[in-house]
């Protein structure tokens, strides 16, 4: 499945440099440079947030800001990070630039949808920053009724159109997934010679449509009960407002998988390279990323347990969370055993991997604690919940987006990074992360009630506050990092060969890099299996050994 | 609904750079419509589920409150949706025999009916309630001392909230539908097959589906 | 500089609590270590250049049995916490029958609790050691969340509903008292301390209320029963069952019929919908008649209390007549 590459040739890159060529483009992997981009910035206005949130944890008192611009720091860097980092980040950067070269097509299935969905992140996402300044937003990124219909002040109206806004760009990148993957594989490429990158993204994608719309018109109504005092949620009106949680986590349990299904599909991807072979239990890992978005539907009581809801249905959505650590773990013990008889190669997409499956996996075993109803109890809404779900979204999806970053950035943009900086970075992230987090889970334990400003009545909740804190130094330090030498390769850096990694799948064989505008010339025929990797050849080939004979 | 747009627009018999064939094309584009159909299921879910919460919750309320809708009207409007999707079809079938004027003469007659769906509503039901102040929202007005005014106020609410979102489907509706009339009657280029005409009325067949559920549930459940 | 790892185990629930607790730590220390172990080896064995090539001949890139034993392993275990956190959360649902019983209010940003007797306490909340203690909570405004770290029970405090929790304190001692849900701006001040007291000490101190009240606080009971008098609620709910109205003589706990078929029994929850919406349940036989009324939380608290004086099935305060009790049974 090689194609000769014609060196003269332009690539996406240099197919016009005006700028009304970047804002009207119809290419999915210059609509996925702009996503870069874009998501770059929120995670830096986000990552602002939440330094200042821990800034103030470090002392009981708080000496910084006020109990109004606390809870609109935390607000933000919650809101700002789901909504539009972790939501979009891999699916909107690295989905749109992979999974048409991956199935073999020269672009996803609707284009124009493709950019529209980018202006309607954009326009979501100026919204909420012009909500952000304009008064800010403190209800926090759930938006509990009726706190954020009725009482809470600000600018919580805006920032909830904005989330809706932004849910349209995710539906528009869903739908365009899954008749990209349904209807545009290249001749050859069946469903289990799917990548399981494409795997995830098509279990996302389901999500995505099923979930999204839901938490759009719950939202909708929310912003209607605060204008017109129009009430679906509010007890004043007649209302429920333990049905607004019902439908919030309808789609924000749900959402989870969204962010975190294509952390596990560049995970696959990266395993799978730098151990030189193939997934192992491919089609488990596969049949389990469809597991999860459909038992991921019905866990989402799972929030509830002390919300009032009957004690039987507390048990009910309790029995299919533990079922729905099944998959997960399935696919942490497979992308372990992807190493065995296989050639381990720690460049730095790699170590970062490596880190993933640590971080998952305590993200996912502490989510036990809060799966089985007894146990949520006492820690629900404390720092433990914040600790658990910081393991699976910065553990889980940070970690695999920079995975991503540092495996297809040269694929990308053509250069090769400094991976000595690149290595000890990453391994600046896993520890960071840890200092940072480890000490939330006691904490927690101890009963420090998560989005509290001070807790004076509770003083020796601050050593593990300001040992929080300074991990979250370090962290910062390593995720800047990162900006400045990806940023300096980008003109300095050295030119990257098409497959500087060696590795397997059409965007590495039959692609330039950077590709060209349509990808391939010609149409791709996939006739090898996926991940068709040969440890042992490579090693001999290593050690200067003749290729082994085949008998 | 800027999806349908743009894709009516471009011009069919150029296969797309990114498709390999026209049949590939029209699959990915039903394939895309159907996808889009589930997000709207999920979009009018929400407003279904809250009806099943709040109707449990007020029972007797709500059937005094249903009190408050014709059904008569509400029939006639049903009996008015199932005869534009019924020309609908027929519009669909005529363009796949290329009959032009049969093709727009079908599409003209739900492009009417829609219409006279909204002038039905608007008339009869929303201007006459607006009137008497049955209108959630700070001025709303209530006098019968059975009901609680916040327990009509969440009805109105309800019974606004899913009749509205579906109005505005019928209304985006009527827009399409005129669109595609013209490129049809003026031999658009991005016209060279019935596909469009399928696609509008996939979306169209959803508009009434929905609406074959509300009718029930909002008008005929207390008889 | 003390590092605390686990709060004080001061109610009945806390030390079958931290079992479980510290099981489930025990398996996510061991399993985190297993995948630490499984990938160091993994790495150090099949590194890059490490070993002989052949170590890497015939690969296995599945193993159905590995991966039905580990997810099947996995599950049994899964299930095994569940069902024992299922067991610990019914009991933490179910208060037993012979609890002492204390309303509390939550609103922006304190806790208001009542006693039977009257007392009231704002931010704090005192109870005995070795009795049950029952919270029946409501909000009087956004949904809050009632929290002793100490006692590992927490439930929330919803406006529109009354929800329930239940503990016994062990151990004399001043804990936390937190709001774990976001409430607004004053949040993370919205707190106090529960003071659990000996019994005879907590005795001493609820005849006084901590001295804290003069005069004396009015019994709930009587200030609902000043409520049912001021509202002439007795014009109509007479003591037999009339033609407007049926008598609410024994009615706490009552299973009711409804016009509309349905029937639940008759609970603060439907006491409170009926002051506030009557129409919602109009009990068989009857026509619907009252007008919905406004009251306070607080107020509609006592006028429940006052109800509860008037008896229960079992032992109305007056003789229920026999067209009552018929229809109860039918």
């Known amino acids: 499945m090689t194609t000769q590459v014609a060196t003269e040739e332009k690539n996406y890159l240099q197919e016009g440099h005006t700028l009304a060529s970047w804002l009207l483009t119809k290419d999915h992997k210059r609509i996925a440079v702009l996503y870069l981009i874009s998501v770059s910035f929120f995670f830096l206005v986000g990552s602002i947030a939440a330094m200042m949130v821990r800034l103030e944890l470090t002392s009981p008192r708080g000496v910084l800001m006020s109990n109004e611009t606390y809870n609109k720091a935390f607000t933000a860097h919650g809101a700002v990070m789901i909504f539009f980092f972790l939501l979009v980040a891999i699916p909107a950067v690295f989905g749109n630039f992979l999974i048409p070269i991956m199935i073999g097509a020269r672009d996803l299935a609707f284009p124009r949808l493709n950019l529209l969905s980018w202006y309607f992140y954009m326009a979501g996402g100026t919204m909420f920053l012009i909500a952000m300044m304009s008064g800010g937003v403190d209800a926090g990124w759930t938006f509990y009724t009726p706190l954020s219909s009725i009482y809470s002040n600000g600018q919580i109206t805006l920032a909830l159109v904005a989330a809706f806004v932004s849910g349209f760009s995710s539906i528009f990148t869903g739908v365009n997934f899954i008749a990209t993957i349904h209807k545009m594989r290249a001749p050859g490429m069946t469903w289990w010679r799917l990548p399981l990158y494409v795997w995830s993204h098509y279990a996302a994608s389901l999500i995505i449509i099923l979930g999204t719309p839901v938490v759009a018109i719950t939202l909708l109504l929310v912003v209607f009960e605060r204008v017109a005092k129009i009430g679906i949620f509010s007890p004043e009106l007649g209302g429920d407002p333990v049905l607004f949680q019902h439908m919030f986590w309808f789609y924000s349990h749900p959402a989870v998988y969204i962010m975190v299904l294509p952390g596990m599909a560049v995970i696959s991807e990266v395993m799978a390279c730098f151990s030189r072979n193939k997934v192992f239990g491919y089609k488990f890992v596969a049949l389990s990323s469809l597991g ?77 604690y809060l799966a089985s109803t007894g146990t949520d109890v006492h820690v629900t809404a404390t720092y433990f919940v914040v600790a658990h779900f910081h393991y699976v979204m910065v553990g889980g999806t940070l970690l695999a987006f920079l995975a991503a970053l540092h495996f297809w950035w040269p694929k990308m943009f053509g250069v090769l990074y400094p991976e000595a900086i690149a290595k000890w970075n990453a391994l600046l992230v896993f520890i960071g992360f840890n200092l940072t987090f480890l000490p939330q889970f006691v904490v927690g334990y101890l009963g420090m009630p998560r989005r509290y400003h001070y807790y004076y009545f509770a003083p020796e909740f601050q050593v593990y506050h300001v040992m929080s804190t300074l991990g979250a130094s370090a962290l910062a330090i390593s995720l800047i990092t990162p900006a400045f030498y990806l940023t300096y390769s980008l003109f300095k850096g050295p030119k990257a060969p098409p497959n500087p990694w060696a590795a397997k799948g059409l965007e590495w064989e039959a692609c330039a890099s950077p590709p060209i505008k349509h990808n391939f010339h010609g149409v791709p025929v996939v006739v090898g299996d996926v991940y068709d990797y040969d440890a042992e050849a490579e090693e001999r080939a290593l050690r200067g050994l003749p290729p082994k004979e085949t008998h | 609904m800027a999806i349908s747009l743009n894709k009516m627009n471009q011009p069919q018999d150029v296969v797309y750079e990114q498709f390999e064939d026209l049949a590939q094309q029209q699959e990915t584009y039903v394939i895309g419509m159907w996808a889009f159909l589930v997000t ?10 809250s009806y099943v919460v709040y109707r449990w919750k007020y029972q007797p309320y709500f059937y005094a409150l249903h009190q408050e809708l014709d059904w008569r009207i509400g029939g006639i409007n049903t009996f008015i949706l199932l005869l534009s999707s019924f020309s609908v079809a027929l519009a669909v079938h005529f363009h796949q025999k290329k009959k032009k004027m049969q093709t727009l003469a079908c599409l003209g007659f739900t492009n009417l009916c829609a219409l006279a769906f909204l002038v039905i509503k608007m008339l009869f039901e929303y201007i006459p309630k607006w009137n008497h102040g049955h209108y959630p929202g700070p001025g709303f007005t209530w ?13 109105y609410s309800l019974y606004f909230g899913t009749t509205g979102l579906h109005g505005l489907h019928v209304l985006i509706g009527i827009i399409l539908f005129s669109v595609l009339m013209f490129m049809i009657a003026v031999d658009h280029p991005a016209i060279t097959d019935y596909l469009p005409t399928e696609m509008l009325g996939l979306y169209w067949h959803f508009v009434d589906i929905v609406w074959i559920f509300l009718y029930p549930l909002y008008y005929l459940m207390p008889k | 500089m003390n590092f605390p790892f686990a709060p004080e185990q001061a109610s009945n629930f806390a030390v079958e609590y ?7 730590t025990a398996f996510t220390v061991l399993t985190t270590l297993f995948v630490f172990l499984l990938c160091l080896g993994l790495i150090i064995k099949y590194k890059r250049g490490s070993g002989k090539p ?66 009231r306490e704002n931010n704090e909340l005192h109870v005995p050691v070795g009795t049950p203690v029952k919270l029946t909570m409501i909000s009087q405004d956004v949904i809050h969340s009632f929290y002793i770290p100490q006692f590992r029970v927490q439930y929330m405090v919803v406006p529109g509903r009354y929800t329930q929790m239940w503990f016994t304190p062990t151990k004399p001692g001043k804990y936390n008292l937190f709001c774990a849900m976001h409430c607004g701006t004053q949040h993370s001040e919205m707190g106090g301390y529960v003071y659990a007291l000996e019994p005879s000490e907590f005795a001493k101190w609820k005849e006084s209320g901590g001295d804290r009240f003069r005069p004396k606080p009015e019994m709930p009971a009587a200030a609902g029963k000043q409520l049912y008098e001021d509202f002439m609620c007795g014009s109509c709910h007479t003591e037999q069952d009339n033609k407007r109205a049926p008598s609410l003589y024994g009615l706490f706990g009552r299973q009711r019929q409804f016009t509309d078929g349905s029937s639940m029994v008759a609970d603060r929850d439907y ?24 009251f306070t939380e607080e107020q509609i608290l006592e006028l429940i209390e006052y109800i509860k004086t008037l008896g229960t099935p079992a032992a109305p305060a007056a003789p229920v007549t026999a067209a009552q009790n018929a229809g109860e049974q039918r």
């Open chain 3, 271 to 294: 006491i409170r919908q009926s002051l506030l919406a009557p129409e919602g349940k109009i009990t068989k036989g009857y026509e619907s008649m009252m007008q919905p009324y406004s």
């Open chain 2, 143 to 155: 006098d019968n001392p059975n009901i609680p005014g916040n327990i009509a106020q969440l009805w």
């Open chain 1, 292 to 368: 999860i978005a459909a038992l991921g539907f019905i866990v989402w009581g799972h929030h509830m347990f002390v919300s009032s809801q009957s004690m039987y249905q507390g048990i009910v959505f309790s029995f299919t969370s533990f079922l729905v650590a099944v998959p997960s773990a399935i696919k942490v013990f497979n992308w372990s055993l992807t190493m065995y008889k296989g050639s381990v190669w720690l460049a730095s997409p790699m170590i970062y991997a490596l880190g993933f499956i640590g971080l998952f996996t305590v993200g996912g075993l502490t989510g036990l």
């Open chain 3, 54 to 119: 052949e170590d890497r001949s015939n690969p296995m890139h599945h193993n159905t049995i590995i991966e039905l034993s580990s997810s099947g392993g996995f599950l049994v275990i899964g299930l095994g916490i569940f069902f024992w956190g299922a067991k610990m959360y019914l009991e933490m649902r179910q208060p037993p029958e012979n609890a002492m019983e204390i309303n509390v209010i939550g609103k922006r940003w304190m806790w208001h609790a009542q006693h039977d007797n009257g007392v």
């Open chain 2, 40 to 49: 709207e299921v999920m979009f009018f879910g929400v407003m279904f589920m």
């Open chain 3, 18 to 24: 931290d079992t479980l607790f510290y099981i489930i």
